[in-house]
């Protein structure tokens, strides 16, 4: 039997004016920073017309109440909290994914297992979830959190959370609900029901879930840690995984690295699709492109307070070289990343501004679609990436060119889909359903699911 071809997967990360901090102030951008549901689901049909897998929303949740400083002149990432806005954009779109993020220091595995239940059954089987564990000083400050966990006791809660929310989300057999006999007044069969003891180090639960188990059985995972804490993390749980490389020989070391682990764990490295971010300017020559790119450099305001991945560095000089800083408690990997750019190239903190935290550290392409496509292409099949989340630097221009210039040149190429081959989310990423947890008659419950959609 022939090989199943490999497929690229491509994602979309949206946020309200683009990536780029000079979008906001180009013609075209959205006009204000006031929260338009129109104007996201606008963004997220047009992902969808270009049958893309996943739109993603993050989630940079608490600000500071002390870091006013320079806010007048930086726009923000205010808008809508992320599963609201998912289960919103579920009733307008038909076939994309919606990746929300929830960070599991500010919520519990029951009332998020609920929550995303609910969504995947109002988006048909679509909803994925991305799982984020950091802990910036404003989120702290947000929440009351004054004793903070270090970086590896905030992965270690993540894992019991994840773990309990899986156990939560198998409370049920898929066909638990399906067979109520209204004759004998029996409801449903008791041993489809499975009650979660849990008694861990961060969590204590003895309950069931009061919810259906997701069309999909569990969300699709997401995440995107770069520090090797992280890099376990994702090669136990994620089944995709959000990396930054500027280079191909580096993505090239992550992707053959997170896969490598996953062995150790009992997975199929097939099962984690590593999707780097992109970011790109489009134009009918390589000089439009770059002219695009460099009006959204233009832009950048570079008074007040200037941050490098969570390090203040306005007191240096602009033009003057990276100081040797502590490493931050987030964002580790990330900033190894940049320290590394910073020294290879001899990079001034304007210059580092622009080539790394203007992007967070994603690679950067510009020219013709068939350059853009050229580079995807590249990185796939060279095994540096299994697809790309899209960085559109301004929005929605970034987006709609590549939906209708590169979208169409990756499928003339046989790398992308025409049309979507299913209905849910794993169906779009060829990943597995996740069957019951070990202690449940697995057979028994495939035996009556199957029965019922006969």
Known sequence: MAAKQRKLALGVFLTRHGHHPGAWRQPGSASSGRPDFRYWAELVKTAERGKLDTAFFADFVGIAGDSTKGIERRH??????????????????????????VNTNFDHPYSLARRFAALDHISG??????????????????????QPLTHSERYERASEFVDVARDLWDSWDDDAFDHADRDSGRY?????????????????????????????????????????VGR???????EMIYAAAQFLEEAQRFYADVK???????????????????????????????DKFSALEDAVDFSGELNLMGQDVSAY?????????????????????????ARRENLTIRQLFLRFN????????????VDIADQIQDWFERDAADGFNLIPPLLPSSLTEFVDLVVPELQRRGLFRTEYDGATLRDHLGLPRPRIAVGVDQSAADARLLAAVS
């Open 188 to 228: 449903l069969d008791a041993s489809a029901v499975h009650p979660v003891h849990h008694d861990g180090k961060y969590f204590h639960l003895d309950t069931i879930l009061d919810a259906s188990r997701p069309i999909q059985g569990h969300p699709v995972f997401a995440q995107a840690g770069n520090s090797e």
């Open 76 to 101: 923000a990432f205010l808008d809508f909290e992320p599963l609201t806005l998912t289960a919103a954009l579920a009733a307008v779109t038909d076939r994309i994914g919606l990746v929300a993020t």
């Open 317 to 341: 000089p602009l033009d003057g070289p990276l100081p040797d800083l502590p490493e931050p408690e987030n964002g580790k990997g990330r900033w190894k990343q940049l320290t590394a750019l």
């Open 358 to 369: 203007a992007v967070r550290g994603h690679r950067v392409v510009i020219g013709t679609p």
């Open 125 to 146: 089987g679509r909803i994925g979830w991305n799982i984020v564990s950091s802990l910036a000083d404003g989120a702290a400050s947000s929440f009351g959190v004054e």
């Open 260 to 290: 490598g682990r996953m062995a150790k764990y009992g997975r199929d490295p097939d099962t984690l699709k590593v999707m780097p971010g992109l970011s790109f300017a489009i134009g009918s020559s390589r000089q439009e492109a770059q």
């Open 232 to 238: 376990d993390f994702a090669a136990k749980y994620a």
